[in-house]
């Protein structure tokens, strides 16, 4: 998960690329619609069209931002400067999560309450909270109890703390350690490598030890422009063969969907392909998120025009303030839930609830870009006033 501050100093340290914000920001929208059980609004969204989905977006994205950020410190200030901003940004990614996490099993806990439907805390992972709110507590603080849909949060933060480690090294040897990535997520893989949840058995739905992959991939393609102009440069071949794992993760999207089309499938390959899991990072989903990566860079070039329209500036705001957008898209996804459920299912109701909920999360980026831009403004005139009285 990116956020806000480094996205700041990102556009201040170099020359921005927008299609970071907009794939982001979009990412938030779709997680926002996924999250809200029978909504149907969500067959617009990715996850239903191939094997990866907006998950995959923003680690990727989380990687790139953290080595053009981090990065450009440790080359002007060094390793310890660069190391202690990490470690601040972590403590702050994990002071909203406590925030976020009290503020959601607050809303799950009233909505289950005043509806009187007590499965609502079952369905969303919480129901131990209420068994013991003490241990409940205690391994939340420790991101081993969270409810659903809070799970990307965590992900981050750990990946983020170990990002002083591969700093130097990502600078000197980055296809080492690359190639060191790859070999930690093949092991984790192999023998199963994940982190314990709460209750006891449980393991983390984003298993660190594949999921870094991603995240230091991203990482070394922005600290080498040549390594990402060679990977992204249009050849007809590789154009083809993405184009190709495009269609077959549509199909094998909707045969999940429609069982004719599964039935198409021959047994023998379904047991070489499934189960393609989410928690360690299936090599197929690796394989679409890689493909639909590479036909979209061709197809969006960083100097589009219509990334600065106005159709697209929405998005980018969101894109921008992702911290705190994907938090409000937390609380408005199960908000949404709750209105369906109790209120009106019907399709008009989803799209209601859809379109309010995005509308919500574009004025609170729009107000959190005025407000940080108008600080900004302030405080200069405030540096002035004060040599001048000086």
């Given at each position: 998960m990116t956020d806000a501050s480094m996205a700041e100093e990102a556009k201040g340290a170099a020359a921005r690329d927008l299609r970071l914000d907009f794939f982001r920001g979009l990412a938030l929208w779709f997680i926002f619609v996924n999250h809200i059980p029978a909504n149907q609004i969500s067959w617009a969204t990715p996850r239903n069209f191939g094997l990866s989905d907006a998950t995959e977006i923003f680690v990727f994205i989380s990687g790139y931002t953290a080595a053009l950020v981090y990065g450009r410190t440790l080359q002007g200030q060094g390793l310890p400067m660069a190391g202690?901003?990490?470690?601040h940004r972590c403590w702050s990614l994990y002071v909203t999560y406590i925030i976020l996490f009290f503020a959601f099993t607050a809303q799950i806990a009233y909505t289950a309450r005043a509806f009187d439907s007590p499965l609502f805390a079952e369905e969303m992972g919480i129901a131990g909270y209420f068994q013991d709110p003490v241990g409940a507590l205690t391994q939340a603080l420790l991101l081993k109890f969270r409810p659903a849909n809070l799970d990307v949060l965590p992900l981050y933060i750990v990946l983020l703390l170990a990002f002083p480690l591969l700093l130097p090294a990502l600078r000197s040897r980055p296809l080492a350690v690359l190639a060191g990535s790859a070999a930690l997520y093949g092991a984790a893989r192999h023998w199963g490598w994940n982190l314990p949840t709460y209750p006891d058995g449980g393991v983390w739905y984003f298993n660190p030890f594949t999921w870094q992959f991603l995240f230091v991939l991203g990482a070394v393609l922005q600290d080498r422009p040549d390594l990402r102009a060679a990977a992204t440069r249009f050849r007809r071949p590789v154009a083809l063969a993405a184009a190709a794992v495009l269609l077959a993760s549509l199909f094998l999207a909707l045969s999940w969907k429609f069982a004719p089309l599964h039935a198409l499938i021959p047994v023998a390959l379904t047991e070489i392909l499934y189960p393609i899991g989410k928690t360690d990072l299936d090599p197929l989903r690796l394989l679409?998120?890689?493909?639909?990566?590479?036909?979209?860079?061709?197809?969006?070039?960083a100097d589009a025009p219509w990334l600065r329209g106005t159709l697209a500036a929405p998005v980018l705001d969101c894109g921008r303030q992702s911290l705190p957008v994907f938090c409000l898209g937390v609380l408005l996804s199960f908000a949404g839930q709750t209105v369906l459920v109790h209120v009106s299912g019907s399709l008009s109701a989803q799209f209601l609830v859809t379109v309010l909920g995005i509308a919500a999360m574009?004025?609170?980026?729009?107000?959190?870009?005025?407000?940080r831009s108008a600080g900004r403004v302030r405080r200069p005139k405030a540096a002035s006033a004060g040599k001048l009285s000086a």
């Open positions: 202690a901003q990490v470690l679409h998120f890689f493909a639909l990566a590479y036909l979209v860079l061709r197809l969006v070039p574009v004025l609170l980026a729009r107000f959190l870009g005025w407000y």
